[in-house]
C-alpha cells in the first residue's frame, strides 16, 4: 500500500466547513470499477470515505495502480478523488506509484479515455523534409471529411509527445494505444 496525504484549505488558510474527501477506482473513461490488486490478492470495490482532520489534512493508504487489472485483465485505472468543503467540491484523478508517502498534488493525471470507448485505427507514415531522410513517423487516424473519406487526421489524443517521451513514462501513465505507433521523432 501506498500513503497518500493531502490538506483541504480556504483560501484565507482554515478548515472548510463540512470538509470530506472520496476516493473510487475508475477505468480511463471515469466509470467506477472493480479492480483486482495482484499482489494483495484482493478486490478493490465501492467509494474509499477519507477521514479529514481538524487541521484540514487527510491521509490514505491506496493499492498502487500497477497492482491493479480489471475483469478483462487491462490494467488502466486511476483514482477519482473528490473533495469537498464549505459549499464547493473539486474532482480530480491520480495514479498512485508504489513507494510514498506522496502529497496528492504531485500524483494528478489527466484521463486519457475520453467518454467512451473509440476504436479507432491509426495508420503511420515516414515525413521527410525536403533531402534529407525520414526523420519522423507521424500517426494519423481516418477522417470521414474532405476527400470522400479518404483523408485523414493528425492523433490528436498525445499529439506532442515522441516515442522516447511516451517510453519514459511509467507504464500506468502511458496512453491505451500502444507507443510504439505514436509520432517518433
Known amino acids: 500500500m501506498t500513503t497518500v496525504t493531502g490538506k483541504l484549505t480556504t483560501p484565507g488558510g482554515t478548515l472548510p466547513s463540512n470538509a470530506a474527501v472520496t ?39 491506496f493499492t498502487p495502480n500497477a497492482q491493479i487489472q480489471l475483469a478483462g485483465g487491462a490494467a488502466q485505472t486511476a483514482w477519482r478523488i473528490t473533495e469537498i468543503g464549505a459549499g464547493a467540491d473539486g474532482t480530480y484523478w491520480i495514479v498512485v506509484p508504489s513507494g510514498g508517502p506522496f502529497w496528492v498534488g504531485t500524483l494528478r493525471t489527466t484521463l486519457v479515455g475520453g467518454t467512451a470507448p473509440s476504436q479507432v485505427p491509426i495508420q503511420c507514415h515516414d515525413v521527410k523534409k525536403d533531402g534529407e531522410p525520414a526523420a519522423s513517423s507521424l500517426c494519423h487516424s481516418p477522417s470521414s471529411a474532405g476527400s470522400g473519406g479518404r483523408a485523414s487526421r493528425r492523433n490528436k489524443i498525445w499529439p506532442d509527445l515522441s516515442f522516447n517521451d511516451i517510453a519514459a513514462l511509467p507504464p500506468e501513465t502511458r496512453p491505451l494505444s500502444n507507443p510504439a505507433v505514436m509520432q517518433r521523432r
Open 23 to 61: 476516493a473510487v477506482l475508475v477505468d480511463y473513461f471515469n466509470n467506477p470499477v472493480v479492480g483486482f490488486d495482484t499482489t494483495g490478492q484482493a478486490e478493490i470495490l465501492s467509494t474509499l470515505l477519507i477521514p479529514v482532520n481538524s487541521d484540514g489534512t487527510w491521509t490514505a493508504q
